[in-house]
């Protein structure tokens, strides 16, 4: 059921919007969506100009602290080991203020953590701007003054499957839904014809690896390790096969196709299929060389910590991070900590958790920050970093706290954000965000804005999410 | 920023899917800035008003007695009057009320506000007059709705034109042809036809053989009508077709293997491939559509003692969610409605459905069918290990569980004011539901009942007697040949000095190092303070630090190394040991950055702690595996032979000739240094000897590492009491295992008495005293259980303080005292009467799936199978499939038309209600359907009549038909074929028939992911969920298990990245071009007659035209042009002058080539 609407696209375009969405555009108007509501597939030219070229998603699974990260909370030391009700933040607890939580599978104890928990580590201020960091991520606070810590942000699922959510602005058992990254493949197409516009590194613990889902396959994240041996999957003949054999089927392969046309006259699928094997041959180059770090130097090696046991898995995604931003690639999401739940959800032993952790990303990605900088990308990068939900200022057994869906923090950078800010804020105890609240689809909407989209013109009509999930541009952070 | 969002969010499980939330939401329709001047009714404000308002002022509701549909029932209004003023928008209440500041008035209630532009093209229409065409009709009356109507077989048109069409699908697509000024291609090549006929109906193309068969008969062209009605025939029949089909409603079915997180199973169930199976004997079998979907919703009602039936409802058994009820219901109703009906019911759970008429009532009502039911296993005959192997189906509990309606959906809102019933919308209703319950035979509710369950129980006691019975017997020998050795040991012990065992080589030795001198090729001294003197090297630092002598040359990837030392101090743990795969880094320890692995086998002297140990390094991690130590005695100041010889991963350790490990490595093997090391250890290495494990060594396996052979005459005497011991644990064991035969005959005696006495109306004093008398033997059966079961963990407790370490003794000592109590204890309890109220086990028949809905971290309280089953679930698929609903056929045959087709005749397949798309050809639908019930619901009646037709037959190529793209660019009117993508099965199911490697074993347990690569299985039987799945097949749009009623088609990269560079291919292209290459040589012109291979000088070009040509019609299902041949040729050329390439791999590659172009994956 591959129908192509007319007049032909060109070879440029195919690659440009990705191929199933050629596909679908053709099955929706087929399907007869597309005729009724005057719908088009988009073009891959923004809707307005962009400030951000590129976004770089880090995602801590498991749930990072808010507390012990990017929003200090001194009460807790002042009444730590009261119960909240005994504290005067009581009435963070009132029914209806809680109300926002949906009921959905429970995968912690979801009791509430009424026992405060005093904070695990130290702050300081850091820049100019003065905002606190948490002594566990010292590197990123050397470049807090290009920082925007959104400290209000909130969810309404509390599992893990807010991993899910914070991709795509759906729980998990709401089904499948794109995810961001999808979306902007979808609307913006490609910067760069031999790589993959959408890549993903690290673990996925809760959701799978549909990200386009209705948008199609071709708005899937391609998956690279950073592994030069073997960065992508079927990326090398997986048995014997001679270059120079190899590059005479592959010409043969593009004659054997056009001919086709003869007998096939107006076939897109023929043409995206000749398109799929030319980005094909081309991936299989421009990946191993955009992973290969010798063409770095001792200095970068060493400022992402490569030399390191601790950091260097992570910093190898960060460097890996920066070389495909500057080849082009649109939008790449680094998954760190897997396991389990992911690795940040520390329901015990927080402090030794969120140590190793910190210890593992913090000088990595101030290594990311300082690099682009340095090489003026980060005017138009945009780096985010998030996870699925913060973490219960009251402890959970020991030593540990639970999932906490209302409030956290999120931060972003570069790409036209506003540094130094820090914007909203948690009450006193860091339970609800309650100034300048954000639900997670706002971290999306404000992405899609620097990058010169509108969330409502790229839905498809038929397949559209419902309000919430398109979210408000967060104005106050953007420069 | 607002504080919260608009009241009008939706509530969480409501947000679920898109066709809902196109119901729901804001389309930015209508939004462009009005021109004052030019408000246009009809392109300004009635779409906005369709899109916004006319869910609940239209045709389906009129709430407030407004219907907002035509210009004129503006005017007239509603109970609170007029909508508008003509010429006076603001005394206009529409105006008043969408633009009302007051979310809780403000209309519409839900989604976002109207944008200032739609308010302004509202009040700039009302300010100009509010004009509307005087002849606007009102929207129809929805259950006028065409697919609610009932099926009515059309008149099938007469031909006018008789040269084109077969049967009356083509006269019903003709005669669209004709009013629209079409000319149908022509139709396809004879090749063509029969790769459509093999893919479509038994999913991968013919073999070379077989197509120089076929087309041997045929020359190019459309296929003698004979030959093609045999082929569809012989295909229908195959049972290949089953296979091809089942896979097709498995998606829509949502077929998905167990999943959950890590192993906790939380979606679907275990063996739910029996399902599976079913699906495909019953396609085989022709089993009508109508009967497959009451089986498959109620079977367990139907069929209730008929296991081969009772795997249907693995279609309710799938659904199963671990913990959330309402999820779980949620999901069925959904797909239910999707799959059979075609009806978004889903949209009604949190309130009326915007487009059809299903009031909020229906979701709950249609939710009430399935309330009662929970899923269990049943036992087949022969195995009573339900993990292993068991049918997975659905049951009803209690039927009195009442299902309440949710406010707005929400879970935690359930109106408990009234329970909700189960019934069907009535805009659908045929007559009233009638529901019975069901009286289920006993043996349905009781399956312990079941003769085969008894059976397989015996069987399993019996056997576990022989196994006991054979274990006492092995035991018995075992002792003997101790006794024996012990014997023979000290007899030689007598005339003998003890032989150190380093003198007794296993193997050749290929070096051997006694250090008389320190050679430094061979040695590399690492950390600490070696001192060598002639025959000793000695470390003579104290403290815990690795040192190490590292062996220069490239050690040998299987060894056998033994090292003699003595340790005569340390600190603490006085360690030394073998290391090997030593990466670089390594030794700098741990912590150490790089590549940082080794494996290491070491001897401990540790002080209460002594051990032999093996351990391993990975990604600088030390691990101490439990099951890779043994605990023994180390002493200090006496020579010890470390042995350890490693095949691959497999690793034998002795020490002084006793073997004390054996184990599997989980560290893969590299090459890298080998070490021999101290840590914290005074020691002298006297000699190290190195070389080759030769082949013919057998090394033990691990679970063998206690057989250990002893060499000296005491190790022998102790092994003479192990021996004892052991024999002693399996006379035991034999003990509990005809205990529990003996228990288990007497409890199936006593339950058949229990169960007569039960099914006998009339009291029967004989038979009440013998059950009685029965209970109190199979209660004092029992207790022997009990008894022997004490009796053998006693034994086992025993024998575990033999071979135990001393600093274990006090523990196991702990534990022989209370099982001797406990062993007492029980035979005063065997001694005792048996009370009235005792009572003895049953025996388990079937086991219900426990969930976790109350979410307290246990299972929730069982289900118990109750002798009545509801009823509900029958009534429901009675409606269902009588011949008088109106969607349960039409839906059906747009499936099967869409798979054999490409294109659906009703584009939106899972729904038929006015959201959807109406069919292009809605007499073709209804003469399909019609055909589908009047054949007694036969879909091979189907499949045979849609690839019969001419419409079937035409070719996909627009060429020739520009006039026909100017008319109907899209193709909804079938002048032309679809092409199609083939879906991910049916590629690598053809690659692997072509290479002649598929295995066509039917059926079955899936193949687990991890076999996967190497499994030559058809795909349909590869384990598939949610988490697991195949990462061939995914790159092919492999189907969703959540939902897939149509299969993406998408072409990607990642597609020619699987298939240039996939092992599967890479595998199959030289078997297949040797089977092309056989099937050429046989006939040397196939297909085409083309006799231009005469003009081409020299038999070799002949016999490769022949094989170009095959390779073509196999591959990609055309005869090739001269230009494509010539193409071929001269790259076959290259390849054959290229170094090290025979001609048979540079065949192999052009059939790489092939399998590449894009018709290999395409149904032109």
């Known amino acids: 059921m591959l129908t192509y609407p007319t ?108 026992t405060l928990y005093p904070l695990q580590v130290g702050f300081q201020k850091h ?353 | ?131 509307s065409p005087a002849d606007e009709e009102p929207e129809a009356d929805p259950s006028s709705h065409w697919a609610f109507q009932p099926i009515v077989r059309p008149e099938v048109p007469p031909r006018s034109d008789s040269s084109w069409g077969r049967n009356p699908i083509d006269a019903l697509i003709a005669s669209r042809h004709e009013s629209l000024g079409l000319t149908p291609q022509s139709p396809a090549d004879a090749a063509l036809q029969v790769r459509r006929l093999y893919l479509d109906l038994i999913g991968m193309p013919p073999t070379p053989d077989e197509w120089v068969t076929i087309l041997g008969r045929s020359s190019r062209g459309p296929l003698d009508e004979s030959d093609y009605t045999r082929l569809v025939n012989t295909l229908l029949e195959d049972p290949r077709h089953g296979e091809r089909w089942a896979r097709h409603w498995m998606d829509i079915w949502r077929y998905s293997d167990w999943f959950g997180l890590g192993d906790q199973l939380r979606n679907s169930q275990l063996h739910i491939w029996h399902w599976r199976d079913w699906i495909i004997e019953s396609l085989n079998d022709d089993l009508p559509y109508d009967e497959m979907v009451r089986l498959m919703l109620a079977g367990d009602e139907l069929a209730p003692q008929d296991l081969q039936k009772l795997r249907a409802t693995g279609y309710l058994a799938r659904n199963f969610f671990l913990f959330n009820r309402h999820q779980w219901m949620d999901e069925t109703v959904e797909h239910v409605s999707k799959s059979f009906l075609g009806l978004t019911m889903n949209c009604a759970k949190c309130h009326d459905h915007k487009y059809d008429p299903l009031p909020h009532d229906d979701y709950y009502r249609m939710r009430a069918f399935f309330e009662p039911y929970h899923v269990r296993l049943d036992m087949l005959p022969g195995e009573t290990d339900l993990k292993r192997n068991a049918i997975p189906r659905a049951f009803d509990g209690p039927a009195d569980i009442p299902t309440y309606l949710f406010v707005r959906g929400e879970e935690t809102q359930p109106d408990k004011s009234r329970a909700i019933l189960p019934g069907v919308p009535d805009v659908v209703k045929l007559k ?46 075992a002792l003997a040949h101790s006794v024996k050795l012990h014997a023979d040991l000290a007899a030689q012990a007598e005339t003998d000095e003890v032989v150190p065992s380093s003198a007794r080589p296993a193997s050749p030795v290929s070096i051997v190092d006694d250090f008389t001198t320190l050679n430094s090729q061979r040695w590399e001294l690492l950390g600490g303070d070696w001192e060598h003197q002639p025959g000793r090297l000695q470390q003579r630092q104290d403290g815990p630090t690795r040192s190490a002598i590292r062996w220069v040359p490239q050690p040998p990837h299987n060894f056998d190394i033994s090292l003699r030392f003595t340790t005569t101090g340390g600190s603490m743990w006085r360690s030394v040991g073998i290391a090997f795969d030593v990466t670089a880094d390594a ?42 130590l043994r605990a023994l005695p180390i002493e200090l100041d006496r ?83 192990v021996a004892k011991a052991k024999l002693h644990l399996a006379q035991q064991s034999l003990a509990v295992a005809e205990a529990q035969r003996e228990s288990l005959g007497q409890r199936v005696a006593a339950l058949a008495l229990a169960w007569q006495l039960a099914d006998t109306a009339a009291a029967d004093a004989d038979l009440v005293a013998r059950e009685q008398a029965a209970r109190v033997s199979a209660i004092r059966a029992e207790r022997q259980v009990t008894v022997a079961s004490a009796e053998r963990t006693l034994a086992d407790a025993q024998l575990r303080r033999l071979q135990a370490s001393e600093d274990q003794w006090e523990k196991i000592d702990k534990e022989i005292e209370t099982a001797t109590q406990n062993a007492a204890s029980a035979k005063m309890t065997a001694q005792t009467d048996v009370g009235p109220d005792e009572r003895y ?61 490409g294109s659906p005749l009703v584009p939106t397949v899972f729904d038929f209600g006015r959201q959807g798309t109406p069919p292009t050809h809605p007499e073709l639908l209804d003469w399909l359907a019609s055909e589908l019930i009047d054949s007694g619901w036969s879909m091979k009646h189907l499949h045979r009549l849609i690839v019969s037709s001419e419409t079937y037959r035409m070719q996909s190529s627009a060429a020739g038909r520009e006039a026909n793209e100017a008319i109907d660019r899209e193709n909804l009117y079938w002048w032309r074929r679809v092409p199609t993508r083939l879906e991910s099965q049916a590629v690598r199911d053809s690659i692997l028939a072509l290479a002649g490697k598929l295995d066509l074993t039917r059926g079955g347990p899936s193949v687990p992911l991890k076999q996967q690569a190497d499994s030559p299985r058809r795909s349909l039987y590869f384990f598939h969920s949610n988490n697991e799945r195949n990462l061939f097949l995914t790159m092919f749009d492999e189907a969703s298990v959540t939902e897939c009623y149509r299969r993406q088609e998408s072409i990607v990269p990642q597609q020619a990245l699987a298939l240039t560079n996939g092992r599967l291919v890479l595998d199959a292209i030289l078997p297949i071009a040797e089977r092309i290459g056989a099937a050429a040589g046989d006939q040397t012109v196939v297909g085409d007659q083309a006799a231009g291979d005469q003009t081409v000088s020299g038999d070799r070009v002949a016999d490769e035209d022949a094989f170009i040509r095959l390779a073509f019609v196999t591959l990609v299902g055309f005869t090739p042009t001269d230009e494509e041949i010539a193409a071929c040729r001269e790259a076959l050329a290259t390849w054959r002058g290229q170094d090290g390439t025979t001609p048979s791999q540079a065949r192999a590659y052009l059939v790489w080539t092939l399998l590449n172009h894009n018709d290999f994956v395409t149904l032109r």
Not at chain 1, 279 to 290: V, Y
Not at chain 2, 679 to 696: G, V
Request: charged share 20%.
């Open chain 2, 1 to 131: 920023m607002p504080l919260v969002r608009p009241a009008s969010m939706c509530p969480s499980a409501f947000l679920r899917r898109f066709l809902f939330a196109l119901s729901t939401t804001v389309v930015s329709i209508a939004s462009p800035p009005v021109d004052a001047a030019a408000v246009d009714y009809l392109r300004d404000v009635k779409p906005l008003l369709k899109e916004r308002c006319f869910a609940c002022h239209g045709a389906l509701k009129q709430e407030a007695g407004l219907r907002v549909d035509t210009g004129e029932l503006l005017r007239r209004g509603g109970d609170s009057g007029s909508a508008l003023v003509a010429g006076d928008p603001a005394a206009s209440l529409l105006i008043e009320r969408v633009a009302d500041p007051d979310p809780a008035s403000r209309m519409p209630p839900e989604g976002e506000p109207l944008t200032a532009g739609q308010i302004e093209a509202l009040t700039q229409w009302i300010a100009q007059g509010a004009i």
């Open chain 2, 587 to 628: 030794h700098a320890g741990a912590a150490a950055a790089g590549v940082n692995e080794e494996q290491l086998v070491y001897v401990s002297a540790v002080a209460g702690g002594s051990k032999v140990q093996v351990a391993y390094r990975q990604g600088g991690v030390d691990q101490y595996p439990h099951d890779a």
């Open chain 1, 127 to 479: 820049g100019e701007s003065g905002i606190e960091i948490s002594d566990w991520f010292p590197y990123i606070a050397r470049h807090v003054d290009s920082l925007a810590v959104v400290r209000s942000m909130w969810t309404t699922d509390s599992n893990h499957g807010a991993q899910s959510q914070f991709h795509s602005g759906r729980h998990r058992n709401d089904g499948d839904f794109p995810n961001l990254g999808a979306w902007v493949h979808y609307g913006l197409g490609s910067l760069n014809d031999n790589l993959p516009q959408f890549i993903s590194m690290g673990n996925r613990e809760y959701w799978n690896a549909s990200d386009g889902h209705y948008l199609g396959p071709a708005h899937d994240a391609v998956p690279l390790r950073v592994d030069p041996a073997n960065p992508l999957d079927f990326a090398r003949p997986e048995r014997p096969f001679p270059d120079a054999a190899k590059s005479v089927g592959t010409e043969l392969i593009a004659r054997l196709n056009s001919f086709r046309e003869a007998a096939y006259p107006r076939d897109p699928a023929l043409d995206a299929r000749i398109a799929s094997y030319e980005l094909a041959f081309r991936m299989q180059r421009s990946i191993p060389e955009a992973l290969d770090f010798s063409q770095e130097t001792a200095e970068t090696h060493a400022l992402y910590g490569l030399d390191q046991p601790a950091t260097a898995a992570f910093g190898s995604q960060m460097l890996a991070a920066r070389r495909l931003v500057e080849r082009g690639v649109r939008f790449i999401q680094v998954q760190h900590g897997g396991g389990g739940a992911g690795a940040w959800d520390a329901h015990g032993g927080l402090k030794a958790n969120h140590t190793n952790n910190a210890k593992a990303v913090d000088q990595p990605i101030g290594a990311l920050l300082e690099d682009l900088a340095r090489r003026g990308m980060l005017a138009d990068t945009l780096v985010v970093f998030g996870t699925e939900f913060g973490r219960t200022p009251g402890s959970q057994g020991a030593d540990g706290r639970d999932h906490h869906i209302f409030g956290f923090s999120v931060w972003m950078a570069g790409g036209g954000i506003k540094g130094g800010i820090a914007h909203g804020a948690t009450d006193e105890i860091g339970f609800h965000a309650v100034e300048d609240r954000h639900y997670v689809t706002d971290i999306h909407a404000t992405i899609m804005h620097q990058l010169g989209l509108d969330s409502r013109k790229l839905e498809i009509p038929g397949r559209k999410r419902l309000d919430i999930d398109h979210g408000h541009v967060i104005h106050d952070i953007i420069a």
């Open chain 2, 841 to 901: 086990a049953s025996i388990s028949g079937a086991q219900w799936t426990p969930t976790r809905f109350l979410n307290s971290s246990a299972d929730d309280p069982a289900v118990p199978f109750a002798p009545q089953s509801s009823g509900r679930r029958t009534a429901l698929a009675d409606w269902i499939t009588d011949p008088g609903n109106p969607l349960t056929a039409r839906v059906a045959v747009n499936h099967i038309w869409t798979r054999h087709m």
């Open chain 2, 639 to 721: 020579p010890y032979t470390l042995r350890v010889q490693v095949r691959d991963t497999l690793i034998n350790v002795s020490l002084d000739g006793v073997p004390v490990v054996a184990w599997q490595i989980p560290l893969a093997r590299r090459a890298g240094g080998l070490h021999f090391t101290t840590f914290d250890a005074l020691s002298t290495f006297h000699e190290i000897s190195i070389a080759p494990l030769a082949d013919d060594v057998e090394l033990r396996e691990p679970a063998s590492a206690t057989l250990a052979e002893p060499t000296h005459p005491a190790q022998a005497e102790r092994a003479v009491g």
């Open chain 1, 7 to 114: 007049p032909r696209l060109s070879r440029r375009s195919l690659l440009g919007n990705g191929l199933a969405s050629i596909a679908l555009a053709a099955m929706l108007q087929r399907d007869g969506f597309g005729q009724e509501h005057g719908w088009a597939p988009p073009n891959g030219k923004p809707h307005f100009p962009p400030k951000a070229k590129s976004v770089i998603w880090l995602f801590m699974n498991g749930g990072v602290s808010h507390m012990e990260s990017f929003d200090p909370k001194p009460m807790l030391n002042r009444y730590a080991g009261k119960t909240i009700a005994e504290t005067p933040f009581a009435e963070v607890q009132s029914p209806d203020r809680l109300a926002i939580e949906r009921l959905v599978v429970p995968d912690a104890n979801g009791n509430q953590r009424n």
């Open chain 2, 432 to 477: 009233e539901l009638e529901i019975r319950p069901i009286d289920l035979p006993a043996e349905a509710w009781q399956p312990e009942r079941r003769q085969w369950v008894q059976d397989a129980h015996l069987a399993a006691a019996e056997s576990a007697v022989e196994a006991a019975t054979s274990a006492v017997a092995a035991a018995h020998e």
